[in-house]
């Protein structure tokens, strides 16, 4: 599986974005799939998780109700929508699949997106 992370850009505090992560392979859609974010100077850390199926979706505390996880699987895309973004989201943010788990933890992640970067200004 390749992951293609786009939509990043420079946005002031308040507004949205919609990050995509596009998929080669037709396995795409039998897996987990997490969105993480690294800030300048900080550890990597989760941000959101998918199931295959969209059923099931997880995400950290500090995006809870401002970001949105989806994805389709005929496209075989996902999607970060980020409302009321605050400075402190900025990061560049990474795509994953997991193979065997819920796409929530960092390193039971199986392949790996680069990264799209996300500025948030005051």
């Known amino acids: 599986v390749q992951l293609q992370a786009s939509g990043g850009g420079l946005v002031q505090a308040g507004g949205s974005l919609r990050l995509s992560c596009a998929a080669s392979g037709r396995t795409f859609s039998r897996y987990a799939m997490g969105w993480f974010r690294q800030a300048p100077g900080k550890e990597r850390e989760f941000v959101a998780a998918i199931s295959w199926s969209g059923g099931s979706t997880k995400y950290a505390d500090s995006v809870k109700g401002r970001f949105t996880i989806s994805r389709d699987n005929a496209l075989n895309t996902a999607y970060l929508q980020m409302n009321s973004l605050l400075p402190e989201d900025t990061a560049v943010y990474y795509c994953?699949?997991?193979?065997?788990?819920?796409?929530?933890?960092?390193?039971?992640?199986?392949?790996w997106g680069k990264g799209t970067l996300v500025t948030v200004s005051s």
């Open positions: 994953a699949v997991d193979r065997s788990g819920m796409a929530d933890r960092s390193a039971g992640m199986d392949y």
